[in-house]
């Protein structure tokens, strides 16, 4: 099966991505090379081309330090001889600094020089010349909106960046930042990644620097066609199907239960497994969501690429829209 395609708007003619995009935080940790492999090597041959990493996978994990996740993919770039077939997305801004530091208290921030020199760095152990789209990863309110404006535009106008964008920003952070760049002429966020899935958040609950999407950044989104809105933890670690895996405290209230209710019947419906019921009900969602998955097998991929071939007609994303 071939995966669907997007247009992330670059200021030109666009940039062409798959509509699934492959998340690689746990590769060269927790996931070893050659599973790691198999999973590129299948993306790639199902027709995907969005790959998703940062300057920080995965620094927390017991003898990790933030590089593995990008060295590993520019030894699979450099193996299978692909990059001209791969949109890269990276990020910068959480590392800590220095290494071992409390975070987020001490995460690297986005000031020019951190930028430019992160991009530097992830370019070179990706084994490229250019970062397809570079992402703000986390807010650093030390650094002035109007000073990480022009220094992320300052990358697509030197030709080492074509696309940027942000990640676990707030809703009027991320309008402040297009703004500034509208009024300045300058190439601006076209891209935001953000916590989303089909359950929603029990009112107040925390997720420190990683927030949930809120109704806030959709409802901009939906105003913004230059704006592509993508979700991570879409699957909650395997919380939708397997028993082993309970719901995230976050997610554990009511409004979950009934949501969940109505997830399995719209899965047995369509014969399909509620993961891929998420997947397509994101990717038809009002605005769409481009899902970055976070698998670690080819199995695992296989059952997410099965929600391409879902028909979610609108009587069913309507019984799944309001549920609860």
Same mark, same amino acid.
């Given at each position: 099966?071939?995966?669907?395609?997007?247009?992330?708007?670059?200021?030109?003619?666009?940039?062409?991505?798959?509509?699934?995009?492959?998340?690689?935080?746990?590769?060269?940790?927790?996931?070893?090379?050659?599973?790691?492999?198999?999973?590129?090597?299948?993306?790639?041959?199902?027709?995907?081309?969005?790959?998703?990493? @940062?300057?920080?996978? &995965?620094?927390? =994990?017991?003898?990790?330090?933030? !590089?593995? +996740?990008?060295?590993? #993919? *520019?030894?699979?770039?450099?193996?299978?001889?692909?990059?001209?077939?791969?949109?890269?997305?990276?990020?910068?801004?959480?590392?800590?600094?220095?290494?071992?530091?409390?975070?987020?208290?001490? @995460?690297?921030?986005? &000031?020019?020089? =951190?930028?430019?020199?992160?991009? !530097?760095? +992830?370019?070179?152990? #990706? *084994?490229?010349?250019?970062?397809?789209?570079?992402?703000?990863?986390?807010?650093?309110?030390?650094?002035?909106?109007?000073?990480?404006?022009?220094?992320?535009?300052?990358?697509?106008?030197?030709?080492?960046?074509?696309?940027?964008?942000?990640?676990?920003?707030?809703?009027?952070?991320?309008?402040?930042?297009?703004?500034?760049?509208?009024?300045?002429?300058?190439?601006?966020?076209?891209?935001?990644?953000?916590?989303?899935?089909?359950?929603?958040?029990?009112?107040?609950?925390?997720?420190?620097?990683?927030?949930?999407?809120?109704?806030?950044?959709?409802?901009?989104?939906?105003?913004?066609?230059?704006?592509?809105?993508?979700?991570?933890?879409?699957?909650?670690?395997?919380?939708?199907?397997?028993?082993?895996?309970?719901?995230?405290?976050?997610?554990?209230?009511?409004?979950?239960?009934?949501?969940?209710?109505?997830?399995?019947?719209?899965?047995?419906?369509?014969?399909?497994?509620?993961?891929?019921?998420?997947?397509?009900?994101?990717?038809?969602?009002?605005?769409?969501?481009?899902?970055?998955?976070?698998?670690?097998?080819?199995?695992?991929?296989?059952?997410?690429?099965?929600?391409?071939?879902?028909?979610?007609?609108?009587?069913?994303?309507?019984?799944?829209?309001?549920?609860?």
């Amino acid at each position: 099966m071939d995966v669907e395609q997007r247009t992330l708007s670059d200021g030109g003619a666009g940039l062409g991505v798959s509509t699934l995009c492959l998340g690689t935080m746990y590769f060269g940790t927790t996931v070893d090379e050659q599973r790691a492999f198999a999973v590129l090597d299948r993306f790639i041959e199902a027709g995907g081309t969005f790959i998703d990493t @940062a300057n920080t996978y &995965s620094f927390w =994990v017991p003898g990790g330090t933030g !590089v593995e +996740s990008e060295a590993l #993919l *520019g030894r699979w770039l450099a193996s299978r001889r692909v990059r001209d077939r791969v949109v890269l997305a990276t990020k910068v801004g959480a590392l800590p600094d220095p290494p071992g530091a409390a975070w987020p208290e001490h @995460a690297e921030g986005l &000031s020019h020089d =951190v930028v430019r020199t992160q991009a !530097v760095a +992830s370019m070179r152990r #990706l *084994g490229t010349d250019h970062l397809d789209v570079y992402y703000a990863h986390i807010e650093d309110r030390r650094t002035s909106l109007d000073d990480t404006v022009a220094t992320f535009a300052s990358l697509v106008t030197d030709g080492l960046v074509r696309v940027t964008g942000c990640s676990n920003h707030a809703a009027w952070r991320l309008a402040t930042a297009r703004q500034i760049a509208r009024a300045a002429g300058l190439p601006g966020f076209t891209c935001v990644q953000q916590r989303h899935t089909y359950l929603r958040p029990r009112p107040g609950a925390e997720f420190g620097s990683n927030p949930h999407i809120s109704a806030e950044l959709l409802d901009y989104a939906r105003e913004e066609p230059d704006l592509t809105v993508l979700g991570y933890s879409v699957l909650l670690s395997g919380a939708y199907t397997r028993p082993d895996r309970p719901l995230p405290e976050q997610y554990d209230h009511p409004d979950s239960h009934r949501r969940l209710a109505v997830l399995a019947d719209v899965a047995k419906e369509l014969g399909a497994t509620p993961n891929q019921v998420v997947l397509a009900w994101l990717l038809r969602s009002d605005p769409p969501v481009l899902p970055v998955l976070g698998v670690s097998s080819v199995s695992q991929l296989d059952e997410c690429l099965g929600a391409l071939e879902l028909e979610l007609d609108d009587e069913l994303q309507r019984r799944l829209d309001d549920a609860a």
